[in-house]
């Protein structure tokens, strides 16, 4: 059992405080103190507490990250762009399935723990809790990402387990943009806008289309190849089928003070390694989609100077959808799903001298459409999942943002959560927030959250209770910034329950992880160095560990770093190198392998503004230059001698080195 202690905690974050504002506490008068007041510096957000707040003084760990930025950095889509919040690690299933594993916890079985909002639209599915086509979004079509790292659900609910992530579009006037890259790569799309503000109304259209081919990345053997395979025919060791493709059209409608949202996305994805880990034939082709399309309306009012009011009703549909998916040496599945929901919110602030109060009531009925399967071989029951199944949820939220001075803030907040399926959930928060000098923040939460278990989780009583996984944590946190610095730090311990995994055996499948625990530290910081160079990183460090085993939680890395040095000679143009470090990974228990070794990326992106003419940029890149050898742990799967062996003995390799390039023009 491994576990960090106190001491490499306390001392790394005194080594950090020191090192990353030293100044700050200098007796000279620093730029940030000349300003005075809370909201000076830095960025607001909603996401933190549904009420608009500089980011620094948001209860919790919150992270802001802009489109822009993220691209002269080299990160292309959402998904990529998310290695930039410390403590978020990207990983992927055997089917290519996007995962992220938050503070050492997350790789279970293709069940997402992040609640994932586009413009505040929720997108997680209850088939898998997984928002796939929002990861693969292109950056030109986003604003800004705000990212939560801990327990949300005291505000989001259902989901919101170890962090909550809100994409924000862009809004802008006409923009379109288009590149390419390797493997076939393309991407395209644009955004076009109509306003007229004598009658307050303004619209944006966002569109976007990406396609990538095949890699020719070469897998390992798989377990075919071992004495449990019993000689049975294997296409490994080989490419796997990992080609991509990505649609999306988003529809903003802003008309006084209502707003109307329409959201269609969707993704493609081959079976990359193969969903019983055997290597599917040498032939490229997309074979799970996702689909996602919403309608929602809102409208806000000011019911007097200081209550404001906002309702919500929408609804939703999101499609899960393989064609011929490789089973076994020439047997193929086919199968289709779709889940409607409806939805309805409204809440109520109220400022009221030092108080500021928050209700909120939601519901969402959800129900399984259609669920339908074929195969090339007989024995398959009706339906692969029960059709017309359905959960109905309602919530109520309350919270109060109590200003005690002028300095410190107290947060308290409640959510109730009702499902007609798995029962209650209860879930506090109480967060303070104390600005000891210009400049200087202290934070302290504590918070609980949970995630009910999917309808995949559930189907054929695949579970062994129906009660949600829940965690419970403390964190403590330390923020500085000034016109040229900003440095933040965080002190975390989790504490989770029922935690929902998937054995290697098929005969068992679901299990229930009792207890399991998380702490660490999370530093990030930015420095610039005159006015040409930025320099900017983030470490994080964690320990994760199974009451019952002592072992560590498996598949997420202990230790995840970003260093970035941005230089930008003249204000059109930026040189970006970035270093981006995972750590070793560790195994499953019954995995006698040793953990999975670590790797440093190192990224190099270049931009040029007004390149020739006004409005044109060009930005080209090299992900992974050292080509780096990456990969993916492979889990252990049961042979036919009932022997759990690797389902690939050298692990899951990602894609090698890739430039690309891209252009858009902005008028």
Same mark, same amino acid.
């Given at each position: 059992?491994r576990?960090p202690?106190?001491?490499l905690?306390?001392?790394?974050l005194?080594?950090?405080?020191?090192a990353?504002?030293?100044?700050?506490f200098?007796?000279?008068e620093s730029?940030?103190e000349?300003?005075?007041?809370?909201?000076?510096?830095?960025?607001?957000?909603?996401?933190a507490?549904?009420?608009?707040l500089?980011?620094?003084?948001?209860?919790g760990t919150?992270t802001l990250?802009?489109?822009?930025d993220?691209?002269?950095?080299g990160?292309?889509?959402?998904?990529?762009?998310?290695?930039?919040v410390?403590g978020?690690?990207?990983s992927?299933?055997?089917?290519g399935?996007?995962?992220?594993?938050?503070?050492?916890?997350?790789?279970t079985?293709?069940?997402?723990?992040?609640k994932?909002?586009?413009d505040?639209?929720?997108?997680?599915s209850?088939?898998?809790?997984l928002?796939n086509?929002?990861?693969n979004?292109?950056?030109?079509?986003?604003?800004?990402?705000e990212?939560i790292?801990?327990?949300?659900s005291?505000?989001?609910?259902?989901?919101a387990?170890?962090?909550?992530i809100?994409v924000?579009?862009?809004?802008?006037?006409?923009h379109?943009?288009?590149?390419?890259g390797?493997?076939?790569?393309?991407v395209?799309?644009?955004?076009?806008?109509?306003?007229?503000?004598e009658?307050?109304?303004?619209?944006?259209?966002n569109?976007s289309?990406?396609r990538r081919?095949?890699?020719?990345?070469?897998?390992?053997?798989?377990?075919?190849?071992?004495?449990g395979?019993?000689?049975?025919p294997?296409?490994?060791?080989?490419?796997?089928n990992?080609p991509l493709?990505q649609?999306?059209?988003?529809l903003t409608?802003?008309l006084?003070?209502?707003?109307?949202?329409?959201?269609?996305?969707?993704?493609?994805?081959?079976d990359?390694?193969?969903?019983?880990?055997?290597?599917?034939?040498d032939n490229?082709?997309i074979v799970?989609?996702?689909r996602h399309?919403?309608?929602?309306l809102?409208?806000?009012l000011?019911?007097?100077?200081?209550?404001?009011?906002?309702?919500?009703?929408?609804?939703s549909d999101?499609?899960?959808?393989?064609?011929?998916?490789?089973?076994?040496?020439?047997?193929?599945?086919?199968?289709?799903y779709?889940?409607k929901?409806?939805?309805?919110?409204?809440?109520?602030?109220w400022?009221?001298?030092?108080?500021?109060?928050?209700?909120?009531?939601?519901?969402?009925?959800?129900?399984?459409a259609?669920?339908?399967?074929?195969?090339?071989f007989?024995?398959?029951?009706?339906?692969?999942i029960?059709v017309?199944?359905?959960r109905v949820?309602?919530s109520?939220?309350?919270?109060d943002?109590?200003r005690?001075?002028?300095t410190?803030t107290?947060?308290?907040?409640?959510?109730h959560?009702?499902?007609d399926d798995?029962?209650?959930?209860?879930?506090?928060?109480?967060?303070g927030?104390?600005q000891v000098?210009?400049?200087?923040?202290l934070?302290?939460?504590?918070a609980q959250?949970?995630?009910?278990?999917?309808?995949?989780?559930q189907?054929n009583?695949?579970?062994?209770?129906m009660e949600p996984e829940t965690?419970t944590?403390?964190?403590?946190?330390?923020a500085?910034?000034?016109v040229?610095r900003q440095?933040?730090?965080?002190l975390?311990?989790?504490?989770?329950?029922?935690?929902?995994?998937f054995?290697?055996d098929?005969?068992?499948?679901?299990?229930r992880?009792s207890?399991?625990?998380?702490r660490?530290?999370?530093?990030?910081?930015?420095?610039?160095?005159?006015?040409?160079?930025?320099?900017?990183g983030?470490?994080?460090?964690?320990?994760?560990?199974?009451s019952?085993?002592?072992r560590?939680?498996?598949?997420?890395a202990?230790?995840?770093a970003?260093?970035g040095?941005? !230089?930008?000679?003249?204000?059109?143009?930026?040189? &970006? @190198? =970035?270093?981006?470090h995972? /750590?070793n990974?560790? #195994? +499953?228990?019954?995995?006698?392998?040793?953990p999975?070794s670590? !790797?440093?990326r190192?990224?190099?992106?270049?931009? &040029? @503004? =007004?390149?020739?003419?006004p /409005?044109?940029t060009? #930005? +080209?890149?090299?992900?992974?230059?050292?080509d780096?050898d990456?990969r993916?742990p492979?889990p252990?799967?049961?042979?036919? @001698?009932?022997?759990?062996?690797p /389902?690939?003995?050298?692990?899951?390799?990602?894609p090698?080195?890739?430039?690309?390039?891209?252009?858009?023009?902005s008028?």
């Amino acid at each position: 059992m491994r576990r960090p202690s106190k001491t490499l905690l306390v001392s790394a974050l005194s080594v950090a405080l020191w090192a990353g504002a030293p100044a700050a506490f200098a007796e000279e008068e620093s730029p940030s103190e000349t300003l005075g007041g809370w909201d000076n510096l830095g960025e607001q957000t909603r996401i933190a507490t549904r009420t608009r707040l500089n980011v620094d003084y948001a209860p919790g760990t919150v992270t802001l990250l802009h489109g822009r930025d993220l691209q002269d950095r080299g990160a292309r889509t959402v998904w990529e762009a998310l290695e930039f919040v410390p403590g978020f690690e990207l990983s992927t299933d055997e089917v290519g399935t996007r995962q992220l594993l938050v503070r050492g916890v997350g790789k279970t079985y293709s069940s997402g723990n992040v609640k994932i909002l586009l413009d505040d639209v929720p997108q997680n599915s209850e088939l898998l809790s997984l928002a796939n086509p929002v990861l693969n979004l292109p950056l030109e079509q986003v604003e800004r990402i705000e990212a939560i790292r801990g327990p949300g659900s005291a505000i989001y609910g259902h989901s919101a387990y170890m962090g909550v992530i809100n994409v924000v579009t862009r809004q802008s006037s006409g923009h379109v943009f288009a590149g390419a890259g390797s493997f076939g790569q393309t991407v395209a799309g644009g955004i076009a806008s109509i306003s007229a503000p004598e009658q307050d109304f303004h619209a944006t259209l966002n569109l976007s289309a990406s396609r990538r081919g095949a890699t020719g990345v070469q897998a390992g053997q798989d377990w075919l190849h071992t004495p449990g395979g019993l000689g049975t025919p294997s296409f490994s060791p080989g490419p796997p089928n990992d080609p991509l493709e990505q649609h999306s059209a988003l529809l903003t409608v802003n008309l006084r003070r209502f707003t109307l949202l329409g959201q269609w996305l969707e993704d493609g994805a081959g079976d990359h390694f193969g969903i019983n880990h055997e290597l599917p034939p040498d032939n490229p082709r997309i074979v799970t989609r996702h689909r996602h399309r919403s309608l929602e309306l809102r409208h806000n009012l000011d019911l007097a100077p200081n209550l404001q009011a906002e309702w919500r009703v929408g609804g939703s549909d999101f499609e899960h959808a393989r064609d011929n998916l490789f089973v076994d040496t020439t047997f193929y599945l086919s199968r289709h799903y779709r889940e409607k929901r409806l939805t309805a919110a409204g809440s109520l602030a109220w400022e009221q001298g030092k108080h500021t109060l928050l209700a909120g009531w939601n519901w969402n009925r959800v129900h399984i459409a259609s669920a339908d399967w074929s195969a090339n071989f007989p024995g398959l029951p009706a339906n692969w999942i029960e059709v017309g199944r359905q959960r109905v949820a309602s919530s109520l939220t309350l919270q109060d943002e109590y200003r005690a001075t002028e300095t410190f803030t107290l947060t308290g907040g409640l959510r109730h959560d009702r499902y007609d399926d798995v029962g209650s959930s209860t879930t506090p928060r109480l967060a303070g927030v104390w600005q000891v000098a210009p400049g200087h923040i202290l934070k302290a939460q504590y918070a609980q959250a949970f995630r009910a278990p999917t309808f995949f989780e559930q189907r054929n009583g695949g579970l062994p209770s129906m009660e949600p996984e829940t965690v419970t944590t403390t964190e403590a946190g330390y923020a500085f910034r000034d016109v040229r610095r900003q440095f933040r730090a965080t002190l975390f311990h989790s504490a989770m329950r029922d935690l929902i995994a998937f054995g290697d055996d098929p005969a068992v499948g679901y299990y229930r992880i009792s207890r399991a625990y998380s702490r660490g530290f999370e530093i990030e910081g930015e420095y610039w160095l005159g006015d040409a160079i930025k320099l900017s990183g983030s470490l994080s460090h964690v320990g994760t560990w199974e009451s019952v085993t002592g072992r560590s939680i498996p598949g997420a890395a202990e230790r995840l770093a970003n260093l970035g040095l941005e !230089y930008l000679p003249s204000r059109d143009h930026t040189l &970006a @190198l =970035n270093l981006r470090h995972v /750590g070793n990974r560790p #195994r +499953a228990a019954a995995d006698l392998r040793p953990p999975l070794s670590g !790797y440093t990326r190192v990224d190099v992106t270049a931009r &040029a @503004l =007004n390149f020739g003419m006004p /409005g044109l940029t060009l #930005r +080209a890149g090299v992900r992974n230059l050292l080509d780096a050898d990456i990969r993916v742990p492979a889990p252990l799967v049961l042979d036919l @001698l009932d022997t759990r062996t690797p /389902g690939y003995a050298a692990d899951l390799p990602t894609p090698d080195r890739e430039w690309w390039a891209q252009a858009s023009y902005s008028f």
